[in-house]
């Protein structure tokens, strides 16, 4: 079995009876829509499989250890690599430190937490499109906050260069949020 297919079958098993925030969606989409930005891509399968994974160790009962026992150390190291912090933390806490280590991030992590990104910012908009300002309350901070941190995350993912993900990103936040000043990162 490829190591992909691994991927799918056991994020499948893991977020199994999860949903997306305010739908009905099963939550697996959006790791599947992750690892499929990232083949698009043409990024090599320890990424995908990585994409695929990104939150079970966050979202779900796998550990790190579990992990490395099924996908290997390059695989597991993205993965953790785009695990937020402790959960008891304040979403600010989680979003600074996030944003802290995104700039210095390997191309690896960054471009698979681009992809993540990428991928629950088309969801949003689309969303928007829908249901306009509305989509603001399935979030637990609403869309000046999310802007902000949107635009922090651009601006930490291309903090040592860019790369062609981003420039999508980049695309996708100036569709939902318009353009913004240049260093303008405050809440």
Same mark, same amino acid.
């Given at each position: ?14 977020? =199994? ?24 891509? =043409? ?5 995908? $499989? $990585?994409?695929?994974?990104? /939150?079970?160790?966050? /979202? ?5 250890? $579990? ?8 695989? +597991? ?8 912090? /402790? @959960? ?9 430190? @996030?944003? /802290? ?20 910012? =088309?969801? +949003? ?18 869309? @000046? ?15 040592? =260069? ?7 990103? !980049?695309? !996708? ?15």
């Amino acid at each position: 079995m490829s190591l992909i297919q691994k991927a799918i079958d056991y994020a499948a098993v893991l977020h =199994g009876n999860q949903v997306r925030k305010g739908s009905n969606i099963p939550y697996i989409s959006h790791p599947f829509g992750v690892g499929m930005i990232l083949m698009e891509a =043409g990024c090599q399968a320890e990424w995908v $499989a $990585a994409g695929i994974l990104h /939150d079970t160790l966050e /979202d779900t009962e796998a550990t790190e250890e $579990a992990l490395l026992e099924r996908f290997g150390p390059e695989v +597991t190291r993205i993965v953790v690599g785009c695990t937020e912090p /402790d @959960k008891s933390l304040s979403w600010e806490e989680r979003k600074q430190y @996030k944003l /802290d280590y995104l700039k210095k991030a390997p191309l690896d992590i960054k471009t698979v937490a681009c992809a993540d990104k990428l991928h629950n910012m =088309g969801s +949003t908009l689309a969303a928007y499109e829908r249901e306009g300002e509305k989509v603001w309350e399935r979030f637990n901070r609403g869309r @000046k906050q999310q802007e902000w941190y949107y635009k922090a995350v651009a601006d930490s993912l291309g903090h040592e =260069g860019s790369f062609p993900l981003l420039d999508v990103l !980049k695309q !996708k936040i100036e569709a939902m949020f318009g353009q913004r000043e240049s260093g303008d990162r405050s809440l």
